[in-house]
C-alpha cells in the first residue's frame, strides 16, 4: 500500500484507510464480519482507521478497539472530539472516554469534528496541546474546516501544526478544489477524504468502460483512485464487508495517467 507523509509530521500513512462511520451498531453476525473487515484491511495496508466519539455514541470507537486488540504499532488510529466537548475540561475528559474505549494509551490523530461557534478555538487548541505533551495524542487535527478557520486553529497551536483537515470529497463532491484544497496543498496539511465513493452512490454510468478496463480498475476503485490521485489526499473509504475491503485495497496499486485524470476530472465538472 502506497503510504504519504501526514501534514509536516514525518508520519507516513496508507493512501487508502478505513472509515467507520455507521459501524458498531451491528448485533452478531453484523458485529462479527465488521470485525473482520477491519482486521483484514490492516492486513491489506490499509492501516489508518478513522473513528469518532459521534459515531454511534461510541459504540463504533468501541468496536475499532476491539478489531485492533493486540495490533499494536501495526495500526495508526484517528477519532474526532464533538463540538459540544470543545471546553477545555471536556476535551480532556472527552479523550479520556476515547482512549478507555479504543483500549489506547495513545491516539495517534485527535481531531475537532466540526468548528464550534460556540468555544473559543484557543481554549480548544490548549487542551489539545496539553493532551500532546502528555503524551494521550500524537497529532491535532481538524475537520469540515474552511480555510479561514483552519488559519485561526493553527495560530493557536504555538506548539504544535495542524496535520489534517478531514473533508468530503470524491468525483461528484468538489466543492474544496475552490480554496480548501489548495490551501492545505500549500501549507502541507494533509487532506483526509471522507465518504470518497459518495456514501455508496457510484456513479458507474459516467465512467467510461475503456477506462475501467485501461487499467483493470472497478468504478469503486477508479473513484479512490482519482479521489488520491493528489499527493497531499488520503481517502477513508468505509469498511464493513471484506468484499469492499479488499476491493478499496486495491484501488491505487497502479495509478491512472495525468490526461486520464485530467480527463475524468473534466467529465464530472462539467
Known amino acids: 500500500m502506497e503510504k504519504r507523509e501526514l501534514g509536516r509530521t514525518g508520519e507516513k500513512i496508507p493512501v487508502v484507510g478505513m472509515g467507520t462511520w455507521q459501524i458498531g451498531d451491528a448485533k452478531n453476525e453484523g458485529r462479527a464480519t465488521e470485525l473482520k473487515a477491519i482486521r483484514r484491511g490492516v492486513e491489506l495496508g490499509m492501516t489508518l482507521i478513522d473513528t469518532a466519539e459521534m459515531y454511534g455514541h461510541g459504540r463504533s470507537e468501541t468496536l ?23 471546553g477545555y475540561d471536556q476535551v480532556k475528559r472527552s479523550c ?9 494509551r495513545q491516539i495517534d490523530l485527535y481531531q475537532l469534528h466540526w468548528p464550534s461557534d460556540r468555544v473559543p478555538i484557543g481554549e ?12 494521550k495524542i500524537r ?5 469540515n474546516f474552511s480555510v479561514a478557520e483552519m488559519r485561526e486553529a493553527r495560530e493557536a497551536l504555538p506548539r504544535s501544526e495542524v496535520a489534517s483537515n478531514q473533508v468530503r470529497y470524491s ?5 474544496i478544489e475552490s480554496e480548501v484544497l489548495p490551501f492545505c496543498e500549500k501549507e502541507r496539511i494533509s ?13 458507474a454510468d459516467r465512467i467510461p468502460g475503456t477506462l475501467l478496463d ?27 464487508s471484506l468484499e469492499h475491503v479488499e476491493e478499496n485495497a486495491g484501488s491505487c496499486a497502479t495509478r491512472i495517467s495525468a490526461a486520464d485524470y485530467q480527463s475524468l476530472s473534466k467529465a464530472f465538472r462539467s
Open 191 to 203: 487532506v483526509i477524504a471522507y465518504s470518497p465513493l459518495d456514501t455508496g452512490r457510484l456513479p
Open 64 to 86: 475499532v478497539g476491539e478489531a485492533i486488540k493486540g495490533l499494536g504499532d501495526d495500526v495508526f488510529v484517528a477519532t474526532k472530539v464533538s463540538p459540544e466537548h470543545f
Open 171 to 175: 468525483l461528484t463532491h468538489r466543492s
Open 214 to 240: 485501461k487499467y483493470g480498475l472497478t468504478p469503486a476503485q477508479m473513484m479512490l483512485n482519482w479521489a488520491t490521485w493528489r499527493d497531499g489526499v488520503v481517502a477513508i473509504p468505509k469498511a464493513s
Open 96 to 104: 479520556e472516554s476515547s482512549l478507555k474505549r479504543l483500549g489506547l
Open 124 to 135: 480548544t487548541m490548549r487542551a489539545m496541546e496539553e493532551l500532546v505533551s502528555e503524551g
Open 139 to 143: 497529532y491535532v487535527g481538524v475537520s
